[in-house]
């Protein structure tokens, strides 16, 4: 089974082995709160991408360019307690001490100075006494002056890069070089820069994908009308299904984008309400008979004598199961399988989705929740299971995939009751 399939599922939208891997997009409570202990996200009033609240950089939905082996959210968000403070106590006591410095030495030449034109008379004491003050104060000067030529080039390199950046090159980076606290600011800016360069790289990924997937029915409505209007094919049915047909794509494709979009916003508000995940399972199996059935692929379904009913958007879920199940149809061949199973798990119910179709190639499997990941032989958006892990961690659930190439995929679908 390869990662995404084409067709509008029960639940709408192109199916697709598609999706994100990129973190735990939770529904927001609307009131500000913080994320539950099942990672909720936050309130509508401090979402967003624009920087100005809560959003995914915080909390639990892990970026898409964030590093897989890099956990998420850091440990090191805010300094810890009290470094603030001792970096602030270490700039003021070098102040200090480079005023005292220089007051004592410039006290001590005037001292000698005056002394010397016989301005002012003292011992000979006093005079071993002022010259070796001057002395002191000279190394102390010296020391100092090492102390910033030391400290002065890493923070030239981070204005140097910090302006690169400013300018859009996020490749800029800094050697990790100088005292504690310029090297920890120094790792910081190199992780940021990284971080933005990654979110730059998918940002343009993911407009050309979309440009991609709006040209081909795009053209097929084009090629189709104007052969229409040039009098070259007939107006009827037979050659005004393509153009329908595109433009279901089309506004399959605009579903997908839209809950994708809410999704990344945290908007994907789920409208609860008591679900018999029994009546769902059979209904959505009963919607996808046709398909099976031109398919040639065997549906079927096992559910438990008795399971919870749950707290959910009915109409969410269905499209999640409906996604799962017209994928597993478009990558089973004829005579396969498909086998939905319910069952229940602990605090709530886990639903797989099985086939024995041609399975996930290894090098897909483990992105394959990444949005517009799909396979070769796959005709889909590849927005399908990024779709229905938004959906489901919406509900505070969870979705994992299982496959072997030849053997067949399962996916299981983990909601709390």
Known sequence: MSSSAPGDGPGGGPD????????RGRSRDGRGGGRDGRGRSRDGRGGGRDGRGGGRGRGGHRPPWWPEDTPFPPGNLHPRPGQASRIARRAGCCAGCALLVLVAGFSALVWLSLNAFGLVSSSGITKAVTAAALGLCVVAAVGIGITLRRVAPPVGDLIRAARQVEDGDYSARVPIRGPGEVRSLARAFNAMSARLEAEET??????????????????VIRSQAEAIADGVNPADEEHIAPIVAA?????????????????????????????????LVNETIEACRAEAATAGVRLDCLLAPTLPVLSADPAQLRRVLGNLIANALAHTGSGGTVRVEASQATGGVRITVRDDGEGIPPELLPRVFDRFVKGASSTGSGLGLAIVRDLVEAHGGTVAAESTVGVGTSIQVSLPA
């Open 202 to 219: 998918r940002r343009r990924s993911v407009l050309a994908d979309i440009t991609h997937e709006l040209r081909t029915p795009l053209t």
């Open 16 to 23: 697709g082995r598609g999706g994100g891997r990129d973190g």
């Open 247 to 279: 433009t279901r794509a089309l506004e399959s494709l605009a579903d997908d984008l839209r809950t994708l979009s809410l999704s990344e916003a945290g908007a994907l508000h789920p409208g609860r309400e008591p679900v018999d995940v029994d009546l």
